[in-house]
C-alpha cells in the first residue's frame, strides 16, 4: 500500500455492492480499501483491526444497522462514516439521524439497496472521502434532536410582519447540524422569508424540512414552484432541483429547474444568491455556511455587489471550511462568525 493513501473499510451487507463500491474507491489512487465488512458487528471488528481513515456505511443491515454500528463507533472508536443510503421514507429519517449520530456526510444509492448504477454517485462519493479524511470528530458530537435546538432571540421592539427584506443561506457538508443549530435561534415570527440552499439528494429534504420544522419557531418547508415567499417561512431547495427566486406582478415567487448541475451540484447555492441579488438588492442578508467546495461565493459576491449584508461561518465552527473560505476569499464577506453568533447577526443585520 502506497504511504499517505486514504485507508477505507466497506460496510455492506450485500457482496455484490461491497464488489462495486471496492472498485469505485480503487479507481482514485488517492485511497486504499483496505478491507471490508458484512454488518454492523464484523464492522466494529474490522474498525479495530484495521484502524482505517474512512468507513463507509449501508444505511439498511441485518442484526446491527447501520445507526446502531455508528453509534458504537462514535463513542468507542471514533472514526469518520460515510452512510450509503437507499432512499425511501424511512431511509431518509434514519440517514439524517446518522448525521445527528456524527456521520460525516451520506451518498445516495442511485436506484436502491443494490445500484449497479452506483457509478453514477462515483464523484460524489471520492470527494466526500477525501474531505471525511480531514475532519475534526469533536466536531460532530451527539445531536439529540428537538430537545438540543437553541431558543429563539427575542426581537425588540418587535417590528412589522415583512419589512421586504430575505434572507439566503448556502451550505453543504455539515449543513443539517448548522442549519438545526440557526434556524431555531432565529426569532419568532421573523419578518422577512428565509430561502435555504443545503447540497442533498432528492427526497431527503422533505425529511429535512419536517425535523427542521419541528424545531424552529418559525415554519420550515420544502419550496415548491411559483409559490410566494412569505415573512416568517422558512423555504429549503429540494434535493436535485435548483431554487431562484423572481419578481411577478409585485410578489417575489419561488423558481424551480433542473438544469444541469453547476459545480457539480444541485441545488446550487450561486443561483439563489444571483437572483437575490437582483430581486432584492440591499435588502438582503446572505450567508455562507460550512461546506465542501466553493458554490456561494460566486453569488454572495454578486449580493454584495448590490449593497446586500453578507456573512461567513467561521472555521472553528465550521465541520468543513470550504465554501466559507471559498466565499471570504473571494472578498464577498462582511462578517465571519461563529456559528452561534450568527442567528443575532442575522437579526440586527437584516435591513
Request: glycine letters at 10%.
Amino acid at each position: 500500500m502506497a504511504a499517505g493513501r486514504i485507508k477505507v473499510l466497506v460496510v455492506d451487507d450485500s457482496a455484490l455492492m461491497r464488489r462495486v463500491i471496492w472498485g469505485l474507491l480503487e479507481e482514485d489512487p488517492e485511497i486504499q480499501v483496505v478491507g471490508s465488512a458484512v454488518d454492523g458487528q464484523d464492522a466494529i471488528e474490522k474498525v479495530h483491526q484495521l484502524k482505517p481513515d474512512v468507513v463507509t456505511l449501508d444505511v439498511e443491515m441485518p442484526k446491527l444497522d447501520g445507526l446502531q454500528t455508528l453509534g458504537y463507533l462514535m463513542s468507542e472508536s471514533p472514526v469518520p462514516c460515510i452512510m450509503l443510503s437507499a432512499y425511501t421514507p424511512r431511509g431518509a429519517e434514519t440517514t439524517l439521524k446518522a448525521l445527528d449520530y456524527g456521520a460525516t456526510d451520506f451518498v445516495q444509492k442511485p436506484s436502491g439497496a443494490i445500484s449497479l448504477n452506483l457509478e453514477r454517485v462515483k464523484d460524489e462519493l471520492l470527494a466526500k472521502v477525501k474531505v471525511a479524511k480531514g475532519i475534526d470528530l469533536k466536531r460532530l458530537p451527539f445531536r439529540g434532536g428537538q430537545e438540543g435546538g437553541a431558543k429563539p432571540l427575542a426581537l425588540k421592539p418587535k417590528p412589522p410582519l415583512d419589512r421586504g427584506s430575505v434572507v439566503a443561506i448556502g451550505t453543504s457538508t455539515g449543513g443539517p447540524r448548522a442549519l438545526a443549530s440557526l434556524l431555531p435561534a432565529l426569532p419568532k415570527a421573523f419578518p422577512a422569508p428565509v430561502l435555504v440552499v443545503q447540497h442533498m439528494s432528492a427526497g431527503f429534504t422533505a425529511s429535512l424540512a419536517a425535523r427542521l420544522d419541528k424545531e424552529c419557531g418559525n415554519r420550515v418547508k420544502e419550496a415548491e414552484q411559483g409559490e410566494i415567499l412569505e415573512a416568517g417561512t422558512i423555504y429549503l431547495a429540494p434535493g436535485d432541483w435548483h431554487m431562484e427566486v423572481a419578481r411577478e406582478g409585485g410578489v417575489v415567487k419561488v423558481k424551480l429547474d433542473q438544469r444541469p448541475p453547476i459545480l457539480g451540484v444541485r441545488p446550487c447555492v450561486d443561483l439563489l444568491f444571483q437572483s437575490v441579488a437582483e430581486v432584492y438588492g440591499p435588502k438582503a442578508v446572505g450567508v455562507v455556511l460550512t461546506g465542501m467546495g466553493r458554490d456561494g461565493a460566486k453569488g454572495l459576491k454578486a449580493m454584495k455587489a448590490k449593497a446586500a449584508r453578507t456573512l461567513a461561518q467561521d472555521e472553528a465552527t465550521s465541520v468543513v471550511y470550504g465554501m466559507p473560505r471559498a466565499a471570504y476569499a473571494s472578498g464577498a464577506v462582511d462578517q465571519v462568525l461563529p456559528l452561534g453568533s450568527l442567528a443575532a447577526a442575522i437579526a440586527e443585520l437584516l435591513p
